[in-house]
């Protein structure tokens, strides 16, 4: 059975994101980290709801006949053959268009490009997050860090469908026409977001894009090559990196199209770890076919554990290279800084 993380995982972890040699992978389970209990149903309000919420307040509010109304897929599906995706993007606008805490996933995550500045060398390496979620609640954490990023969005429908869009950290936006010539997204001077699966548009609601029916999934499922969907610089960070992915099991199928899509039938070469609280025996098996170790934990007691283990490594990485400076800097000298000088 799957065990809690130990202090080695912690550890190593830490290191490699500092390195920027990890991608953060988020689905809807990080919205409800701490979270108090809620009514039910789901209502827009004070927090985000889970996908099973999602769905159940579509089915409520689009009438959806069926008694399966915790599938996602199933009803966005149903509302968009029936009603069109005009009804569904409004609905989930009504969900999405909310000031909602951002959770302490993500305010750990808001924090790393300080962590990373005060330890890199000439060139660091920020983090590349990739999320499925459709809400701004990560974006609002880094503003409140005052943390400028990068936002690389996916368009589900639309003229430019199945392109990404760049929105830089002044506003301007660039749609990525062709991925694989597009190079301004280098993590070397910020994060990246990037929101495989849309996002609402706040106040503007022709602006949302939603990766949501079986009809988007399959649209989805069309490219065989990710470097024909992803910007050529973060299709390669993403192959060259760890995931450490959050708020998901094995039984989203979008996760497994996701994972098809980065992978294929190939092993990565990188290992990867899942936080997934109480996994069963084919979770743990599904995840180990990837090359993913899972970890049994609640993100809760994950992210402060870890936020622990980042602030000590930042902490002993910037003590060492004090050290080293003061140690070159005596050498220049002709001196040595383990040896008080002599009294005078």
Known sequence: ????????????????MLAGAVVPFLGAGVNLCGRPPQPSPWRPGEHLPSGREL??????ELD?????????????????VSLGGGPLYETLHSAFDADYPPTAVHHLLASLPRLVRGTAGT??????IITTNYDDALERAFVQAGEPFDLVTYLADGPDRGKFQHTHPDGTVTLIAVPNEYTELRCDQRPVIAKIHGTVGRGVQDADSYVITENHYISYLAHTDIAQLIPVNLAVRMRKSHFLFLGYSLKDWNLRVILHRLWGDAAPRFRSWAIQYG??????????????????QRLEGYTTRLEEQLA???????????GQAAAEQAAQAGTDPAVPAAPR
């Open 312 to 322: 000590e490594a930042a902490a002993g990485q910037q003590a060492a290279a004090a």
């Open 55 to 60: 769905s159940e307040y579509l089915a409520a």
């Open 279 to 296: 996994p069963d025996g084919i979770d743990e098996k599904s995840w180990a076919q990837r090359g993913v170790d899972v970890f049994d």
């Open 123 to 128: 060139r660091p390496f920020f983090p590349l």
């Open 64 to 80: 959806y006949p069926y008694p399966d109304t915790g599938d996602l897929l199933r009803v966005s599906q149903y509302v968009d």
């Open 1 to 16: 059975m799957p065990q809690a993380p130990d202090d080695d995982h912690y550890g190593l972890l830490a290191k490699r």
